[in-house]
């Protein structure tokens, strides 16, 4: 079991940042990947960014391209999101998730993942 706990949400304007962080606690040593998703309300949930915890491989969504940094710090178990550059569109609760096992080739995908954190709500108003 994993358990994931997100934290450094909350209300920004327009072009402002923010930084999420994600702790996990239990079997860290079988994680292979980490994830941020968001929901916005009425909509489903969607793949924003997500690194490997070996070696520091990232991906992102183009949405986020180019303003969001995912990165990661193993000893202390924690993911961060950097967020810049905000704009009203990225409003969601944000969801930390984890990637177990090994090869997991596959990372956009809210089945992909194995645990999922609470949530964190971020607002950004125009």
């Known amino acids: 079991q994993v358990q994931l706990v997100e934290s450094g949400g909350g209300l920004v304007q327009a072009g402002g940042s923010l930084r999420l962080s994600c702790a996990a606690s239990?079997?860290?040593?079988?994680?292979?990947?980490m994830g941020w998703f968001r929901q916005a309300p009425g909509k489903e949930r969607e793949f924003v960014a997500a690194?490997?915890?070996?070696?520091?491989?990232?991906y992102y969504a183009d949405s986020v391209k180019g303003r969001f940094t995912i990165s990661r710090d193993n000893a202390k178990n924690t993911v961060w999101l950097q967020m810049n550059s905000l704009k009203p569109e990225d409003t969601a609760v944000y969801y930390c998730a984890a990637q177990y096992g090994s090869s997991r080739s596959t990372l956009t995908r809210r089945s992909d993942y194995d645990y999922w954190g609470q949530g964190t709500q971020v607002t950004v108003s125009s």
């Open positions: 239990g079997r860290t040593l079988s994680i292979y990947r």
């Open positions: 690194i490997r915890w070996s070696g520091g491989n990232t």
